[in-house]
């Protein structure tokens, strides 16, 4: 069964230090999502790509966070400089379409520790 | 922000027993869905519910919604070991296409 794809799986960094996340979809999956999730807390959209376009990066923190999508398939998402708060998991998901209903499908997940 | 909120934030049970979740939101949507987390682990969509329904069932799930309370309820009926998990309930409302998940769940099945 085809799953969505995310590297590193745990990553510990200083603040201050740049760190990326990587992810790759369901191949055919035309919509890609981030999400971060505080410990205890459901998952928050952060950005949301169709094809390589963003079409909501309303909470992006924008002053740290970039996410790009070049060729429309896999997807990486930036934080520079990282902060003690960033500490989370960055989960990736992706959907066959984007319309109301649509099952996504999660990654694994990065475990973010900013010390 | 996050559209649903889960209730009981925590629920132990006996293997063998129903658990039974709730969720509630604000405004109007288009469909519900709930999703399944098992420790440090991605999301596993299990069953989804539109506006216009009021009860759907999979396997041992049982969803119900109640859109004039803005609410719905999960059942797992004779839970098992492997029900363990965090399970959130996920709301696209009117005019968008995101989803907004409520704080979740968290189900122990004790052997």
């Known amino acids: 069964e085809a799953e969505v794809a995310q590297s590193p799986r745990y990553k510990i960094t200083e603040k201050s230090q740049a760190v990326a996340f990587w992810c790759d979809p369901i191949s055919g999956h035309a919509t890609l999502y981030w999400y971060r999730q505080i410990l205890g807390q459901g998952p928050e959209l952060l950005v949301q790509f169709q094809d390589e376009s963003v079409v909501d990066d309303s909470q992006l923190p924008k002053d740290r966070f970039s996410a790009e999508r070049l060729k429309g398939v896999d997807s990486t998402l930036k934080i520079q400089p990282a902060e003690l708060g960033d500490s989370a998991m960055y989960l990736c998901?992706?959907?066959?379409?984007?319309?109301?209903?649509?099952?996504?499908?999660f990654g694994p997940g990065t475990r973010l520790l900013v010390l | 922000s996050q559209q649903g909120e889960e209730d009981p934030q925590a629920l132990s049970i006996q293997e063998g027993e129903n658990a039974t979740m709730n969720c509630s939101y604000k405004t109007s949507i288009n469909n519900l869905q709930w999703y399944r987390q098992n420790s440090g682990r991605g999301l596993v969509h299990l069953i989804l519910i539109r506006s216009n329904e009021r009860e759907k069932h999979s396997g041992r799930l049982r969803v119900t919604l109640d859109t004039s309370k803005k609410s719905s309820s999960l059942l797992i009926t004779a839970s098992r070991a492997a029900d363990t998990a965090s399970y959130f309930c996920a709301t696209d409302y009117l005019d968008d296409y995101k989803l907004s998940f409520g704080a979740g769940t968290t189900v122990t099945v004790r052997a």
């Open positions: 998901a992706s959907s066959f379409l984007r319309a109301p209903g649509e099952t996504q499908y």
